[in-house]
């Protein structure tokens, strides 16, 4: 059933788990999220970049979604648009179907940020559809970092505390320390989960990880035994995405982890046949092994069980 995002985090929130947010920009990934969820039978979110409804066409978005929301009724699932950019395009969104969205202005100063999210804010909570927003820059950070460098970087508690009160957002996404794609951390992984704690303190809201693939060995191993190369590649350990829950994480945005296996076993069948041109040969391994990383995640981030 398709439902609001705080009905999926809230409870969340309240009983301290997570909930994998997984991108999708074709059939094959949205098929194979639905399918894990049903599987594992863990509440869902997925999600669709602009790129990604660029690409399929809003409209078809949210009526594939809408179609699987309905050939598995027992999942609730939210639809939510990650990484908008403008108050049109969460707009859009709304009305077109989706059922909560990402208003992500963190790049402009924090009054210009919390000015944008007011407005989504207001336009969505007229359709009960939940607006998450971000705080601080999404980038990898060192241990030799510079305190003043490291503020200037992540998210700064006390104005996530006004930002929170003074938007009405639903959803935080504090940046900790994590970027996206499969090079997040140029030496060891690090998070700052003291910061993470603060803000969950001062705000009470389900917050979000963004940048949350693990990059776990044996995806990094198909990948490269695929004739892939994947050098330097480095993901948030499953230990930090725990903790990160313990921290008051509960959405944990999830796309690089499954184009990795999706891409490995595609490679696969086409370097095991040169003449295989059935497109379903190539897709039904890769939906498979998607389907293993997903149902993993949702046992670790504690989200299987849970309808
Ligand atoms: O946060 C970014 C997501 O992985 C979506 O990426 O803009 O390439 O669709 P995309
Ligand atoms: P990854 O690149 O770590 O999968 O992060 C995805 C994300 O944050 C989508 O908003
Ligand atoms: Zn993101």
Redesign the pocket.
Known sequence: MLVCGNDILIPASEQGYGVGAF?F?NLEMLKSIFESADEVSSPLIVQ?????IK?MGLDICVSLTKAFAQKYPHIPVALHL??GTSFESCKNAIDAGFTSVMIDASHHCFEENLKMTQEVVQYAHRFGVSVEAELGRLMGIEDNILVDEKDATLVNPKEAEIFVKESGVDFLAPAIGTS??AFKFKGEPKLDFERLSEVKKLTKIPLVL??ASAIPDSVRESFLSSGGDLKGSKGVPFEFLQEAIRGGINKI?T??DL?IAFIAEVRKVANANNSEFDLRKFFTPAMQAVKEVIKERMQLLGSANKI
Do not use: K, M, W
Not at 48 to 52: R, T, V
């Open positions: 991108n920009v669709a970049s602009e790129g990604a690409y990650d990484h996206h794609g963004h940048g945005n796309d690089t184009r």
